[in-house]
């Protein structure tokens, strides 16, 4: 298997191929598998770090964004993380937030990491470090709650 090659973007950086494909790719996991229905271009894409790579067949198998302090909340946070279906058990999502996570801490040294978390994935999200800093709420129809590393 080849090593994944891990593309991390600003927003002008990214052609308009692959923003179809990260587009595509988000849709088809929140908005249809996960039936949820929201506003996923919710205007924070220009300000974000995109974080993706890709399979053999050119496809975004896996993507992240990161945005900054401030922007929506006062810490960096990782958001609109996303493993295609067909790459998933391939532990694809945890070297996803690694690279996430790698990326934050250089950029934003000393600060917090905030998710807003489905909570069905609490588990994999505290094996990397977060912890949970509020009750679970409900977003767009799914359980989540706000976690910190």
Partial sequence: MKPLIWHI???KDISVDDLYKIVQLREQ??????????????????????????????HISAYLRVLPPGIPYNEPSIGRVVVAKESRGKYLGK???LQGIEYTKKQYPGLNIRIAAQLYLDSFY????????EAPFLLDGINHQYMLL
């Fill in 9 to 11: 973007k600003e927003f």
């Fill in 29 to 58: 996991v929140f908005v249809v598998e996960q039936e949820c229905v929201f506003l996923d271009a919710d205007g924070l894409d220009m300000q974000a770090v995109h974080i993706f790579t890709k399979n053999e067949n050119g």
């Fill in 95 to 97: 070297e996803l937030m």
């Fill in 126 to 133: 505290t094996s990397l470090g977060f912890k949970a800093v």
